[in-house]
Structures are given as C-alpha cells and as structure tokens.
C-alpha cells in the first residue's frame, strides 16, 4: 500500500503564492508519474500538473507561466509552486502517483486533499 500525504494548502490573496508538498511512503518501487489535480466545488477534478521520473512536466493551459511542478526522486516527494494566484484557482488540490510495488504490482494512490482558498 502506497500513502500521500500532502501540506501547504491555505487561504491567500490574489496575486500571491503558495507552496504544496505532498510525500510518498510505502513498499514502493518506483514512481512514474506525480502530479496534482484540483476540485473546485460544483466542477469536475482535473489536472494541473505533472510531472514524470526523467522530469517531464505538463501543465494544464490554466496555470501555464504560473505554477511550476518538481520532484525528488530519491525522496518520493513532489512539490508546486504556484504563483500570481487567482480566484479561480481555489480549490482542493489532490496529490496523485503512479508506479511499482516491491511485489511488482502497479499504483495509483491519491492523497487526502489540501484546500487552497483565493481571495480577491
């Protein structure tokens, strides 16, 4: 079993940043992908970002020039840096990984959500 745990959610104002962190722990093997989607209520959760093992990074139109995505990965850990926030940037984002079990098994793991919240 494979968990995400994600951190640095909180409430800022427009044009502001925000740093979101999410680590992975368990019998892990390797992770192909991470990366980070959002829920805003009412509205279907899509993805902002992502990024593979050899560091190839998308970004959703939305957040391109923006966000910048990152991760470690001796650490399993993949981070976001989200800059000149908007309103319509709030939501829960989720942390989301993709990969190998030492039992050879494949994952998709999901973290338990962290709230970011723009004010204008």
């Known amino acids: 079993q494979v968990q995400l745990v994600e951190s640095g959610g909180g409430l800022v104002q427009a044009g502001g940043s925000l740093r979101l962190s999410c680590a992975a722990s368990?019998?892990?093997?390797?992770?192909?992908?991470m990366a980070w989607y959002r829920q805003a209520p009412g509205k279907q959760r899509e993805l902002v970002a992502r990024?593979?093992?050899?560091?190839?990074?998308n970004y959703a139109d939305s957040v391109k020039g923006r966000f910048t995505i990152s991760r470690d990965n001796a650490k399993n850990t993949v981070c976001m840096q989200m800059d000149s926030l908007k309103p319509e940037d709030t939501a829960v984002y989720y942390c989301?990984?993709?990969?190998?079990?030492?039992w050879g098994a494949g994952f998709t793991s999901w973290g338990q959500g962290t709230q970011v919240t723009v004010s204008s």
């Open positions: 989301n990984a993709v990969g190998s079990t030492s």
């Open positions: 368990g019998s892990i093997v390797s992770i192909r992908i």
């Open positions: 990024i593979t093992g050899g560091g190839n990074t």
